[in-house]
C-alpha cells in the first residue's frame, strides 16, 4: 500500500523560511511527477508547484522566486524550499504523487 508522508510546516513570522518534505513508499516505482498544493478554508486546492523526474518544475505565479522545488528520485522524496514567506502562504500543502496519491497534509502558518 502506497504512503506518502510529508513533514516539516509549522509557523513562521513573515520573511521567513520553511522546508516541506514528502516521501512515498510501499512499492511506487518510477514515479513521474510529484508536486506540491495547499488549500485554505472554503477554497479550492490549488497547485504549488510540481516537478517531473527529470527535473522539469512548474511553480505558481504566486510563488516564483521564493519557492523552490526538488526531488531526490533515489528516495522517491521531494521537497519544497519556501522563502521570504507571507501571510497568504498560510494553507494546510499536501504532496502529490502523479496527480494520484496524496499525503495528510502539513500546516503552514505565517503570521507576526
Known amino acids: 500500500q502506497v504512503q506518502v508522508v510529508e513533514s516539516g510546516g509549522g509557523s513562521v513570522q513573515p520573511g521567513g523560511s520553511l522546508r516541506l518534505s514528502c516521501a512515498a513508499s510501499?512499492?511506487?516505482?518510477?514515479?513521474?511527477?510529484m508536486g506540491w498544493y495547499r488549500q485554505t478554508p472554503g477554497k479550492q486546492r490549488e497547485l504549488v508547484a510540481k516537478?517531473?523526474?527529470?527535473?522539469?518544475?512548474n511553480y505558481a505565479d504566486s510563488v516564483k522566486g521564493r519557492f523552490t522545488i526538488f526531488r531526490d528520485n533515489a528516495k522517491n522524496a521531494v521537497y519544497l524550499q519556501m522563502n521570504s514567506l507571507k501571510p497568504e502562504d498560510t494553507a494546510v500543502y499536501y504532496c502529490?504523487?502523479?496527480?494520484?496519491?496524496w499525503g495528510q497534509g502539513t500546516q503552514v502558518a505565517v503570521s507576526s
Open positions: 502529490n504523487v502523479d496527480y494520484y496519491y
Open positions: 516537478i517531473t523526474s527529470g527535473g522539469s518544475a
Open positions: 510501499g512499492g511506487i516505482f518510477g514515479i513521474n511527477v
